[in-house]
């Protein structure tokens, strides 16, 4: 069993930066897949990034490419999304997922573990 906890959020003006961290306890990412989605109340949750921890690979959805960044931090067990050049249409909760897999794919469906999201605010 791995247990997410999502950090980071909060409230910035538009332009601004923000760095989520998604945290596992249970057991260590190393041969897992570890995505960050998003959503918007009465939406679906949509794709943003994956990351493969063995080989550290990643796969972004095309519409956040440039401006959003997937890492690890292999001594905390923690995956990163920095969040550059934020836009009010970036508002959302944000989540991150983990699958015991190797292979890096976009359906939240795929997923097997799911953190409780952080309210991700950007103003205009």
């Known amino acids: 069993q791995v247990q997410l906890v999502e950090s980071g959020g909060g409230l910035v003006q538009a332009g601004g930066s923000l760095r989520l961290s998604c945290a596992a306890s249970?057991?260590?990412?190393?041969?897992?897949?570890v995505a960050w989605f998003r959503q918007v109340p009465g939406r679906e949750r949509n794709f943003i990034a994956a990351?493969?921890?063995?080989?550290?690979?990643?796969y972004y959805a095309d519409t956040m490419k440039g401006r959003f960044t997937i890492s690890r931090d292999n001594a905390q067990n923690t995956v990163h999304l920095q969040m550059n050049s934020l836009k009010p249409e970036d508002t959302a909760v944000y989540y991150c997922?983990?699958?015991?897999?190797?292979?890096?794919?976009?359906?939240?469906?795929?997923?097997?573990?799911w953190g409780q999201g952080t309210q991700v605010t950007v103003s205009s």
């Open positions: 990351l493969r921890w063995d080989f550290g690979s990643t």
């Open positions: 997922a983990a699958r015991p897999d190797t292979t890096l794919v976009i359906r939240t469906t795929s997923y097997d573990y």
């Open positions: 249970g057991r260590t990412f190393s041969t897992y897949v």
